[in-house]
């Protein structure tokens, strides 16, 4: 079945620091990429996404590309700010049978400090 | 404003005894799901919903019931809660033919001791 594997967490960094979370994934056909975060005490926001290879989805200063030869979709940021601090979700949709489901990673804490 | 309300929104309860979370939005979604949080795990899907009255089952289904008698209602039913359900619960939405972007509720956090 599908699935999404995201670094291992948490991820503590300092004010304008750059940021990297790794996210792969394994699904069949041609599935939709996003990233989610989830800020204390609330629901998942839906913070980029990219639904075909080699897009690149790009939001609040945070991007990641889709990467169909590395099965990847990783996020970054160039200069993280104390307000990121929050859980990250790398998640894909595949369509078909299971559509709407959003299968998740197991989410990456990213704390900063200023 | 467009939002997905669940309620309540912390709850702690005993082994067996009956609850209900409703869920519901006001942006006439036909699609609407269940997801469940825990630890190392990510969300998972529990139930989810095309339309009123179809709902269908996803990953983790056991011991959930769900039901769509409204389009913008969309309750999660434990029977019999045990401590293994002890989680943090989202309901979420999306159109059926949107671009992909769910919405999701505030979620609740569940206690089954």
């Known amino acids: 079945g599908d699935s999404v594997t995201q670094m291992e967490g948490p991820v503590t960094l300092s004010e304008e620091a750059f940021l990297t979370i790794n996210c792969t994934y394994t699904?069949?056909?041609?599935?939709?990429l996003f990233w989610y975060v989830q800020y204390p005490g609330e629901g998942l926001q839906l913070l980029l996404k990219a639904t075909k290879a080699d897009d690149k989805g790009s939001n609040k200063g945070f991007e990641a590309t889709y990467r169909k030869e590395t099965t990847s979709f990783h996020l970054e940021k160039g200069s993280v700010q104390v307000s990121d601090s929050a859980v990250y979700f790398c998640?894909?949709?595949?369509?078909?049978?299971?559509?709407?489901?959003?299968?998740f990673g197991q989410g990456t804490i990213l704390t900063v400090h200023p | 404003e467009a939002q997905v309300t669940q309620n309540p929104r912390y709850l702690i309860t005993v082994t067996g005894k009956k609850l209900t979370v409703t869920c519901s939005q006001n942006?006439?979604?036909?699609?609407m799901s269940w997801y469940r949080q825990d630890p190392g795990l990510g969300l998972r899907q529990i139930y989810y919903?095309?339309?009123?009255?179809?709902?269908d089952k996803g990953d983790v289904p056991e011991g959930y019931k769900v039901s769509r008698k409204e389009k913008r209602n969309f309750p999660l039913i434990l029977e019999s809660p045990s401590p293994n359900q002890t989680s943090l619960y989202f309901c979420?939405?999306?159109?059926?033919?949107?671009?992909?972007?769910?919405?999701f509720g505030p979620g609740t956090r569940l206690t089954v001791t």
């Open positions: 699904a069949t056909g041609y599935p939709s």
């Open positions: 942006m006439n979604h036909e699609y």
């Open positions: 919903s095309m339309n009123v009255e179809v709902t």
């Open positions: 979420a939405s999306k159109r059926a033919q949107s671009s992909y972007e769910q919405y």
């Open positions: 998640a894909l949709t595949a369509g078909g049978t299971s559509y709407g489901k959003l299968t």
